[in-house]
């Protein structure tokens, strides 16, 4: 357990609320990650259903927010004409990174703290953070499909974000595949 003089009055007083509403007594290495839960998986039933409800809640708070980014991610000038750069060759597709960055910033602000899931994000990390280089053309596709998936990735979330948001009113004990796959995508499954 973690001493009193470490944390201070506040931190005890967390960790005891912690304690008392989980019946868990497991110790945490500092007050941030009693919060935000982020360096583990989360063990117990109780423990998941806690953070599937936060994450409902902050979905359900931020939805207009959110299918605004949708509505913006499927316009035109953002996936379709970023799609028909990859099969043109234009340097144009990799403005899509942008998009990219700005639905994961969003996904992460549900739960803030909380990392993503692993496999979500070396797929988002391989599709962002390029520049384009006259070399690239050479290699076309090498260098361009990791931004197009990556943002297929992350809008495809953005969608299951939204849909489920908006069709949940509390966590389901039945999951359907979409709901699933966002309970992945915070690594509460």
């Given at each position: 357990?973690?001493?009193?003089?470490?944390?201070?009055?506040l931190?005890v007083?967390?960790?005891?609320?912690?304690q008392h509403c989980?019946?868990?007594?497991?110790?945490?290495e500092?007050?941030?990650?009693?919060?935000?839960?982020?360096?583990?998986?989360?063990?117990?039933?109780?423990?998941?259903k806690?953070l599937?409800?936060?994450?409902?809640?902050?979905?359900k708070?931020?939805?207009?927010?959110?299918e605004?980014?949708l509505?913006?991610?499927?316009?035109?000038?953002?996936?379709?004409?970023?799609?028909?750069?990859?099969?043109?060759?234009?340097?144009?597709?990799?403005?899509?990174?942008?998009?990219?960055?700005?639905?994961?910033?969003?996904?992460?602000?549900l739960l803030?703290?909380?990392?993503?899931?692993?496999?979500?994000?070396?797929?988002?990390?391989?599709?962002?953070?390029?520049?384009?280089?006259p070399?690239?053309?050479?290699r076309?596709?090498?260098?361009?499909?990791?931004?197009?998936?990556?943002?297929?990735?992350?809008?495809?979330?953005?969608?299951?974000a939204?849909?489920?948001?908006?069709?949940?009113?509390?966590?389901?004990s039945?999951?359907?595949?979409?709901?699933?796959?966002v309970?992945?995508?915070?690594r509460?499954?």
């Amino acid at each position: 357990m973690i001493s009193p003089s470490e944390l201070g009055v506040l931190g005890v007083l967390a960790v005891q609320l912690w304690q008392h509403c989980t019946g868990s007594p497991r110790p945490f290495e500092s007050l941030k990650n009693l919060i935000t839960m982020s360096i583990y998986k989360p063990d117990s039933h109780e423990e998941k259903k806690l953070l599937e409800t936060e994450l409902l809640k902050q979905l359900k708070t931020r939805l207009p927010e959110l299918e605004a980014l949708l509505e913006k991610s499927d316009s035109h000038w953002h996936s379709e004409d970023m799609f028909y750069r990859f099969y043109h060759q234009s340097f144009k597709v990799y403005y899509l990174q942008a998009d990219t960055e700005t639905i994961v910033a969003a996904l992460r602000d549900l739960l803030p703290g909380r990392e993503l899931n692993e496999d979500f994000m070396r797929i988002v990390d391989g599709g962002t953070g390029r520049k384009f280089e006259p070399e690239h053309n050479q290699r076309w596709q090498e260098e361009t499909r990791p931004i197009l998936e990556a943002f297929f990735h992350a809008r495809m979330m953005l969608q299951l974000a939204v849909q489920y948001a908006g069709k949940l009113d509390s966590p389901p004990s039945m999951l359907p595949s979409g709901w699933a796959a966002v309970l992945y995508l915070y690594r509460l499954r």
